[in-house]
C-alpha cells in the first residue's frame, strides 16, 4: 500500500471533517461508479481506490492510524480485487457500498455481519456477424462459486446445529489492541471465527469444507439481442459468485466480440458494402441485385455513374441495441477498368474512342488543348 494517499484520492485536505469526507466520496462514487461508466477499466479502478479511500478516512480508528504511520494495518475483506478465481471479478461489491452510504431502510450495515454479496464474474463469447445483427440465444459457461448444495450455503454438516461462537461470545465483534508509539490503539472488529454471525458450525460440510459455497461449471442459456457489437458488455443479473452468509449472489458480465463478415463491413449501425460495376455498366446504367442482410434488393444504378458514388438502403443496416429502429447499408460503386482485353474487347473500346474523339496507343496532342478549354484559358 506504500505510496496510496487517501486524502489525494478523495481530493480532501487532512483536517476534512467527517462530513466533507462522505460527501467527496459520495461525489467521486457516483462519477466513476462502474454503472456510468461501462467498459471503462480505468473508472472501474478509479472507483475501487475511491472506496478503499473512503474505507479509510471514515474510520476514525484507520484515518489515526494512517495519519500516524501512512498506512492502515488491515484492507477491508475483498478490496484488493482478488476473488480466488483470477477471473476477472470485482472481488467486491458496488451495491453494497451504496446500501451502507445511503441506507437500505432497514437500518441494516452489512458490514456489521461479514455476509457479503458474491463478486461478479466475467466471460467472453463471440458472435458472427449474422448472430450479433439478429440476435442470438447462447450458451455461456462459466465458473462460479456456488451455494452448496449438501448444506444449503450454511456451512454446517446437514443436521448439525450450531452453538455460540467461542470467540466474542456470541456478539460477533472483538476488540483488538495495536500498541504502537502513540499509545494503544483499540478497535472493534469482525469476530474473524465467525464472521460476525455470532455462531459457528459443531461440525463442518464435508462438501464445502464449511465455507457453504463450492467451485462449480455453470452453463446458461443467454438471449442476446439484436444489434449488440464488439465491446458490448451485458449483464446477468445474479449468475455471478455466491454470496457469503446469505448474502446475493454478484452478476454475471459477458463482454461480446463480433467476428468479419466476407463482404460486409459493419461501422455503427451501417452496413458497408463495395459493389464492383464495369465501364459500360457505369456509362449506361444498370440495374443490379445486391445482397443485403435480409435477402437482396434491386439497385437502379443510372448511366454515368463516377466511380465512388456512394447508394443508400435506408433501414437495411443493423437495429440498434437502445433506441430502436435500424441504421443503413451504405453501397459503394467502383467501376472496374479491366486489366486485360480480348481483340473483340480492343476493337469495340477502339471505335468508342474514335467515336468519342479519342486518342489511343498513340501520343494525344489534343491534351494541352483539351484542359485549356475545361479551365477557360483566354
Ligand atoms: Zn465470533
Ligand atoms: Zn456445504
Do not use: W
Not at 157 to 182: A, D
Not at 277 to 284: K, P, R, T, Y
Amino acid at each position: 500500500m506504500a505510496g496510496f494517499d487517501p486524502y489525494s484520492t478523495l481530493g480532501v485536505g487532512k483536517e476534512a471533517t467527517p462530513d466533507e469526507v462522505k460527501k467527496a466520496y459520495r461525489n467521486l462514487a457516483r462519477k466513476y461508479h462502474p454503472d456510468h461508466n461501462p467498459n471503462d477499466n480505468s473508472a472501474e479502478e478509479k472507483f475501487k481506490e475511491v472506496k478503499k479511500a473512503y474505507d479509510i478516512l471514515s474510520d476514525p480508528g484507520k484515518r489515526q492510524q494512517y495519519d500516524s504511520f501512512g498506512f492502515t494495518g488491515d484492507e477491508q475483506p475483498g478490496a484488493g480485487g482478488f476473488n480466488g478465481f483470477g477471473d476477472g471479478g470485482y472481488g467486491f461489491n458496488f451495491g453494497d457500498i451504496f446500501e451502507t452510504m445511503f441506507g437500505d431502510g432497514f437500518g441494516r450495515s452489512s458490514s456489521q455481519t461479514r455476509s457479503r454479496q458474491g463478486a461478479d464474474v466475467s466471460v467472453n463469447i463471440s458472435l458472427t456477424f449474422e448472430e450479433a445483427i439478429f440476435g442470438a440465444e447462447k450458451e455461456v459457461a462459466a465458473r462460479v462459486m456456488a451455494t452448496c448444495e449438501e448444506c444449503q450455503g450454511t456451512g454446517a454438516k446437514n443436521g448439525t446445529e450450531r452453538r455460540q461462537c467461542s470467540q466474542c461470545q456470541g456478539s460477533g465483534r472483538i476488540q483488538t489492541v495495536q500498541n504502537t508509539i502513540l499509545g494503544r490503539i483499540v478497535q472493534p472488529r469482525v469476530c474473524p471465527k465467525c464472521n460476525g454471525t455470532g455462531t459457528e458450525i459443531l461440525q463442518s460440510c464435508a462438501n464445502c469444507r464449511g465455507q457453504g459455497r463450492v467451485e462449480a461449471n455453470t452453463r446458461k442459456k443467454i438471449n442476446i439481442p439484436p444489434g449488440v457489437d464488439t465491446g458490448t458488455r451485458l449483464r446477468v443479473s445474479g449468475a455471478g459468485h455466491a454470496g457469503s452468509n446469505g448474502a446475493p449472489p454478484g452478476d454475471l458480465y459477458i463482454h461480446i466480440a463480433v467476428g468479419k463478415h466476407e463482404y460486409f463491413e459493419r461501422k455503427g449501425q451501417h452496413i458497408h458494402l463495395k459493389v464492383p460495376i464495369g465501364l459500360a455498366q457505369a456509362a449506361m446504367g444498370v440495374e443490379l441485385d445486391i445482397p443485403t442482410i435480409d435477402g437482396t434488393k434491386r439497385l437502379q444504378v443510372p448511366g454515368g455513374t463516377e466511380s465512388g458514388t456512394i447508394f443508400r438502403f435506408n433501414g437495411k443496416g443493423v437495429p440498434n441495441l437502445n433506441r430502436g429502429g435500424r441504421g443503413d447499408q451504405i453501397i459503394t460503386v467502383e467501376i472496374e477498368v479491366p486489366k486485360r482485353l480480348t481483340p473483340e474487347q480492343k476493337d469495340a473500346l477502339r471505335k468508342y474512342a474514335k467515336a468519342s474523339g479519342e486518342t489511343v496507343e498513340n501520343i494525344d496532342n489534343s491534351l494541352a488543348a483539351r484542359l485549356k478549354r475545361v479551365f477557360g484559358g483566354r
